[in-house]
């Protein structure tokens, strides 16, 4: 049973980030009447391919291990999510494996609720060395004491119009997010925008504001210190919101997008520049209107108000994102765990789920196969340059704090304007939620 605290750790952050829960049971032995049940986020892009993936795992499986069942559970929203984990967390059953999301997986720590993986579990999954090493980065505080086995990488990029650019005369996207706005301004006209950007998204808008600071010099969180009230914070999130307000480079519908939205916009050619998606949207632009007409390219690296990156900046070029399996500490069938997961990273289960929902490997072996497509050099470019956000319990809930800020800005950004006075104010309440959160960690 874990501590009260590391519940509303855990509380807090799944209210933020999506996380995908498994629970399997698998060894080498006989797995005959044994049952591994596993919670996952349901598939709505792709409903169908997700239960034939959760029919062909469970057959394979069974296959390699003696007749012991999989047994696939979905929740559809971020409450019925919470409700499942907090059940299981706090009776100490259910499920044996869990998928959270990179981000989530600092606050999954602090809960202590997961195992921390030895050199023999490692072993058990195929080896520490079988995964990309920028994947590895946040599994945990640091190399010897980790609980999080990398399943997917999901590094963001830009996706840009090809025949847009060249039609301008532009040869390609900028490496400022200065550049950008002006890119962006050049090929705004009647019926096109420079810019698709998700303002209503709930996982989009903390990234740019991150990335910007991080570039700027300012990690956001160092040392169980806060700084969101930041000036190059202030002024990432001026930029950010000032390209629909003041710029006029974004659809004004766009405050109410979602990504899947952003990305429909872009794929019905209304957009030059699509800024943070990953590989997920090829497999939905690769069937649009700008299919053979777009490409990818790493997003700017050089901070607003900047020409070139400050010397205490970070080229960051996208969080290290993605999805890690953790095993949860109560589970009975931690071999058979550790065999479900040593199936799902190796290069053959890893090839098969690239190809049906977009997701990148960590599997270092099949990554490298992947190296020579053209149509993924920048995503492959933007894997190996991605930082990670602060590994600490409380980062679920700055990250809410980042994408508040965005939220309450709606309104006056749906009128076309930013209100600086109010921005600040947003930001001195979202500087003090966060030093309390992270104060309250370290208790």
């Known amino acids: 049973m874990i501590a009260r605290r590391g519940i509303a750790v ?22 005959a009447g044994k049952t591994l049940n596993v919670l996952v986020s349901a598939n709505s892009i792709y409903p169908q391919q997700q239960k034939d993936w959760f029919a062909s795992v469970s057959a394979k499986f069974a296959e390699q291990n003696g007749g012991a069942k999989v047994s696939f559970e979905t929740f559809a929203s971020p409450n019925d999510e919470l409700t499942k984990i907090q059940t299981a967390v706090l009776a100490g059953q259910g499920p044996d494996v869990y998928s959270l ?34 994947t590895l980065t946040l599994s945990g505080p640091d190399a010897t004491h980790e609980v999080g086995i990398p399943f997917t990488s999901r590094p963001f990029v830009m996706a840009y119009n090809k025949d847009m650019l060249a039609a301008a005369g532009i040869d390609k996207p900028a490496d400022t997010w200065d550049g950008l706005a002006a890119q962006a301004k050049q090929l705004t006209k ?30 956001l969180v160092a040392d169980g210190k806060a700084s ?37 916009a872009f794929g019905a050619g209304k957009a030059a520049f699509l ?12 069937k649009s209107a700008v299919a053979g007409k777009y490409a990818y390219a790493i997003m700017p690296t050089v901070p607003p108000g900047q020409s070139a990156l400050p010397a205490n900046g970070k080229a960051a070029t996208s969080i290290l994102s993605g999805d890690n399996l953790v095993v949860a500490k109560y589970s009975k069938n931690k071999d058979l765990a550790y065999a479900l997961i040593k199936m799902l990273t190796s290069a053959e289960w890893q090839e098969t789920y690239y190809k049906t ?30 930082v990670g956000t602060p590994f600490s319990g409380a980062w679920s809930q700055v990250q809410l704090a980042l994408v508040n800020v965005v939220v309450q800005s709606v309104p006056n950004l749906a009128k076309g304007k930013v209100d600086d006075a109010a921005l ?17 960690a370290k208790k």
């Open 10 to 31: 855990l509380a807090g952050a799944v209210l933020l980030t999506s996380i995908t829960a498994c629970s399997s049971d698998s060894s080498s032995g006989d797995g």
């Open 357 to 386: 929902f977009g997701e990148l490997p960590t599997n270092a072996e099949y990554a490298k196969t992947l190296q020579g497509d053209a149509a993924l050099a920048a995503i492959v470019d933007s894997s190996s340059k991605a």
């Open 190 to 219: 009647p019926g096109q925008f420079g810019l698709a950007v998700a303002y209503g998204d709930g996982f989009d808008p903390w990234k740019f504001i991150w990335a910007m600071s991080v570039q700027a010099g300012n990690p």
């Open 228 to 264: 969101l009230s930041d000036p190059v914070t202030l002024k990432a999130y001026q930029t950010y919101l000032g390209w629909l307000a003041n710029d006029k480079v974004v659809d004004p519908a766009a405050v109410g997008w979602k990504n899947a939205q952003a990305i429909a």
């Open 424 to 440: 600040q104010a947003l930001l001195a309440k979202a500087q003090s939620d966060a030093q309390a959160a992270l104060d309250k």
């Open 101 to 134: 999301g990179t981000t989530f997986t600092p606050t999954a720590y602090a809960t202590g609720a997961f195992v921390e993986l030895s050199a023999d579990d490692w072993g058990k999954v195929g080896g520490r060395d079988r995964f990309l090493p920028s």
């Open 275 to 286: 800024p943070m998606v990953s590989a997920t949207s090829k497999v939905t632009l690769d």
